[in-house]
């Protein structure tokens, strides 16, 4: 079984355009959710589960985050930042953060920058070792807080329920990834269209996250506020 993975690359360079006007003043990764900006949750996060080395691949308004950051050491982890010379998509960031990891020719995790969550990190990392894939993206259970119709056998609807836990999984923004699929990856484009890619060869593995698990994406301005005290909400 392959040792305890210690290296994650953070995709923050995103414009984050639907969640302005926030992020004309800041990148996501700065914005306070729950009252910590959301880069300091996640590298938390990370720390607390086994990594050690972090890449922070960054672009637009990169200076913020490597300012509040800074490099070398954060939260006990070495904190390292690439920085897109130009938009690369998230494909194309992780091709370009890979080189500065620690040790390339090792598996990595790679972290959404929109994403926080308590997520255990030990059971991903040895379903990966199991699986034997090229990359294993955890899951987490698909939710929706607009109305669910439960309709009766004659089409009658019974109830309305709201934040309801459906029958579904999704990605939760946490995949780990063997140093070789990283050849896979363009230069310029974007690493879902590449998961589906592994996924139609058979190669890419599922970790279903427990249901009890924390997990939240911050994508419009409207999640700030599913937060409690951030921005005041």
Do not use: C
Request: cysteine-free.
């Amino acid at each position: 079984m392959e040792p305890t993975i210690t290296q994650a690359i953070i995709l923050a360079g995103g414009r984050a355009e639907r969640m302005r006007p926030y992020s004309d003043a800041m990148p996501k990764a700065l914005m306070p959710v729950g009252g910590l900006p959301l880069i300091t949750r996640q590298l938390t996060h990370l720390s607390q589960h086994g990594i050690e080395h972090v890449v922070i691949a960054s672009g637009y308004q990169h200076r913020q985050i490597s300012e509040f950051v800074g490099g070398g050491g954060y939260h006990g982890l070495n904190v390292r930042h690439a920085v897109d010379p130009y938009p690369l998509g998230t494909a194309g960031a992780v091709r370009y953060a890979h080189q500065a990891l620690d040790d390339p020719s090792r598996p990595f995790l790679v972290l959404n920058g929109s994403v926080s969550t308590d997520l255990p990190l030990g059971p991903l990392f040895a379903r990966h070792a199991e699986a034997r894939a090229s990359a294993t993206m955890a899951l987490v259970r698909y939710t929706s807080d607009r109305p669910v119709a439960m309709e009766s056998e004659d089409g009658r609807i019974q109830a309305l329920p709201k934040v309801q836990l459906l029958p579904y999984w999704t990605d939760s923004g946490l995949t780990v990834l063997k140093p070789y699929t990283v050849k896979m990856l363009p230069e310029v484009g974007e690493i879902t269209d590449v998961y589906e890619t592994v996924a139609a060869e058979g190669l890419l593995a599922a970790h279903h996250a427990p249901e009890q698990v924390f997990w939240r994406e911050l994508a419009t301005v409207g999640d700030i506020y599913t937060y409690p005290d951030s921005f005041g909400g």
